[in-house]
């Protein structure tokens, strides 16, 4: 079975300063895509990032960043120079295409408060 | 381009009522995923559709729930009878097949069955 599995349910970090958000995930299926989402205040889903399983390099976007390592199965999402803004939920999601499915199975989510 | 459109935004109904949730997909997306989303249960999947024919509907969770594709353009999830725990956000997403393409979320529907 798929699984996400977000540790923290909350985190607290100073602006500008960086944050590490946690994800592990669990599949069989060699080819995979993690994704990661932000859900603010008011309510919708914003993507954020991809990583592909077959991917050789970490994903970047902006001041986003996947630290991926697959041995551990891990997909940390990394905000760097943390800013009022970021302060929302953080889902990380997992799309493995078992039997071809589309879907994608989502963590708990991680709240994050950005302190000025 | 405008992105995945929802209607109604909100939605305060009393139990026993129909309830229609719609969804307009980006155009040019073939496939278009119902979501909902709880405290209890956090975001799960109900069912999605791949040009306009149903796929997976293993996330429905029992018979007073349908959903529909008549179009490309357009669907709908009902929920008949609404019952109290069916409070919870309805978000509807769209995509094109997989590798690194997301799916895209609309703005959800806010739900609360009284």
């Known amino acids: 079975a798929q699984k996400i599995t977000q540790t923290q349910p909350g985190m607290f970090v100073q602006e500008k300063e960086a944050v590490t958000l946690d994800c592990t995930y669990d599949?069989?299926?060699?080819?995979?895509?993690l994704f990661w989402y932000k859900q603010p205040s008011s309510g919708e889903m914003i993507f954020l990032i991809y990583?592909?399983?077959?991917?050789?390099q970490n994903a970047t976007e902006g001041r986003y960043s996947l630290n991926f390592q697959k041995a551990r199965k891990s997909a940390n999402l990394v905000i760097s120079a943390s800013q009022l803004g970021d302060s929302a939920m953080y889902f990380c999601?997992?799309?493995?295409?078992?039997?071809?499915?589309?879907?994608?199975?989502f963590g708990k989510g991680t709240k994050l408060t950005v302190n000025p | 381009d405008a992105g995945v459109i929802q209607s109604p935004r909100h939605e305060v109904t009393e139990m026993g009522q129909e309830v229609t949730l719609r969804c307009k997909p980006i155009?040019?997306?073939?496939?278009l995923f119902w979501y909902r989303q709880t405290m209890m249960r956090g975001l799960e999947l109900l069912i999605y559709?791949?040009?306009?024919?149903?796929?997976?509907d293993s996330g429905m969770p029992e018979d007073r729930f349908s959903a529909k594709m008549p179009n490309a353009s357009f669907s709908t999830l009902k929920i008949q009878p609404s019952e109290p725990r069916d409070s919870a956000v309805y978000f509807c997403?769209?995509?094109?097949?997989?590798?690194?393409?997301?799916?895209?979320f609309g703005p959800g529907t806010r739900l609360l069955v009284l």
């Open positions: 997403a769209s995509g094109i097949q997989g590798g690194a393409e997301t799916q895209y």
């Open positions: 599949t069989s299926d060699p080819s995979y895509g």
């Open positions: 990583q592909g399983s077959y991917d050789q």
């Open positions: 999601a997992m799309r493995a295409p078992q039997g071809g499915s589309e879907k994608l199975v």
């Open positions: 155009s040019g997306h073939d496939y």
């Open positions: 559709f791949n040009n306009n024919v149903p796929i997976d």
